[in-house]
């Protein structure tokens, strides 16, 4: 399971708001999420991932909104199968035309 997946929307919500919140009363983005993070139970770096992630998803920071993350991976997981799904029939077509012809030639 995704570490994550350790904290509800809610809190990650919060939290972020939290720092954007607090952001003047701390010298640096880093320094309030500093401040932050002991405080909901994760490390910085984590908190950190939520700013940039909400920074993104709000159009402020440039990067794939979380929707389109989804999309992207969805698409990623259907080509796959799209790409499986192509070479299992590359496979039995070979095959059925190797059959007719074996067929073809014992006649």
Do not use: Y
């Not at 939520?50 to 259907?78: C, P």
């Amino acid at each position: 399971m995704n570490k994550s997946k350790k904290f509800s929307p809610e809190v990650r919500e919060r939290a972020v708001r939290m720092v954007q919140e607090q952001r003047d009363q701390h010298p640096s983005l880093w320094a309030a999420i500093e401040s932050i993070a002991p405080k909901i139970g994760c490390v910085p770096q984590t908190l950190n991932e939520w700013v940039k992630r909400a920074q993104i998803d709000a159009g402020a920071r440039e990067g794939l909104t979380s929707g389109e993350r989804e999309r992207l991976r969805l698409l990623e997981r259907e080509n796959k199968e799209l790409r499986r799904a192509n070479e299992i029939l590359k496979t039995a077509s070979a095959f059925f035309a190797q059959a007719e012809l074996d067929r073809q030639l014992r006649k």
